[in-house]
């Protein structure tokens, strides 16, 4: 009976030890969940996202903005944030 007593202790002890090891090698269920989100996140953001190009004048992203006029009215280009302080532009994004 003590026998079978420190066997079953033994083998839970072990098995608390096993879940010990995983616990340290993958991180706490938080650290996971967390990584996880990070990955879902990631992957719905990047393809939806358009890489926003920085000024060529000051290096300050830039902003599409819809040309008012001149030759290219009506259509998109990426003008600096810093306008009117800036006039830097780029030609828009091909869509
Ligand atoms: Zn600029």
Do not use: H, S
């Amino acid at each position: 009976m003590v026998c079978l007593c420190a066997q079953t202790c033994y083998l839970l002890d072990q098995q608390i030890r096993e879940q010990e090891q995983a616990f340290l090698k993958e991180g706490g269920i938080r650290e996971r969940m967390t990584r996880a989100r990070l990955e879902v996140r990631d992957a719905q953001e990047q393809p939806a996202a358009t890489p926003v190009p920085a000024c060529p004048l000051c290096g300050k992203p830039m902003r599409q903005r819809t040309a008012r006029q001149g030759t290219n009215a009506g259509k998109p280009f990426w003008g600096c944030t810093g306008y009117p302080g800036c006039i830097g532009t780029r030609p828009a994004p091909p869509e």
